[in-house]
């Protein structure tokens, strides 16, 4: 089993809908959680971080955790084109590395 | 400020060839990474440096040497270049410590080996 499981898709939705990006973990000991952007050519960009369980809302962006599940999400509301890209979700084992899911590519289609 | 800077940016070598990645952050982190992403891959850890003066093996470090010259940089280089070392290379740099190291990542170097 893979410490992170994320649906590497491509996840399409029609640009204004609401994106859902979820991913999967095993270690329980894990304590914070991060989704990041990567446009094609670019280098990964943080775009969210949550410690705690519940939401977190960061303008059309909210992330979503829950320990007893063992699940992290991501939804984009509001889809624009310009969110089409590959997310990754990371999570911090407090080893001081990151482990990151393989990614999931939206497609935002007008 | 900058953030994580990379030089260079493009790079082609032949096999064997040898040549050293620059990574240089200005946010004061304690920690560093080197990453390698494959074409519609994920990334993959090479080495760290969780800080000054200490460094520590990734999921794939064969081939490849670091150096944390100081807090602010951190190098990688290839001793003797080989096609599979194709790839692009991210540097970033956290916090370290603790429960956040939320990772910056620089623009990445683009590297061929012929």
């Known amino acids: 089993q893979k410490e992170v499981e994320q649906n590497s898709g491509p996840l399409s939705v029609p640009e204004g809908a609401i994106a859902s990006l979820n991913c999967t973990y095993s270690d329980r000991g894990s304590q914070s959680f991060f989704w990041y952007r990567q446009y094609s050519g670019k280098s990964p960009e943080l775009i969210m971080s949550?410690?705690?369980?519940g939401d977190k809302e960061d303008g059309r962006f909210t992330a979503q955790l829950n320990k007893a599940s063992q699940y992290i999400s991501l939804l984009i509301r509001d889809s624009k084109l310009s969110d089409s890209a590959t997310y990754r979700c990371a999570m911090n084992r407090n080893t001081g590395k990151l482990i990151f899911g393989q990614g999931t590519t939206l497609q935002v289609k007008p | 400020n900058a953030g994580v800077t990379q030089t260079p940016k493009f790079q082609v070598l032949k096999t064997g060839q040898s040549m050293t990645l620059q990574c240089a952050q200005d946010m004061n982190h304690n920690s560093m990474y080197w990453y390698r992403q494959d074409p519609g891959m994920g990334l993959r850890l090479i080495y760290y440096?969780?800080?000054?003066?200490?460094?520590d093996k990734g999921e794939v470090p064969n081939g490849y040497n670091v150096s944390r010259l100081n807090k602010r940089e951190f190098s990688l280089r290839l001793e003797s270049a080989a096609p599979s070392q194709t790839s692009v290379y991210f540097c970033a740099s956290s916090e370290g410590s603790g429960r956040r190291n939320e990772q910056f990542f620089g623009p990445g170097t683009r590297l061929t080996v012929l």
């Open positions: 440096s969780a800080s000054e003066g200490t460094t």
């Open positions: 949550i410690y705690s369980n």
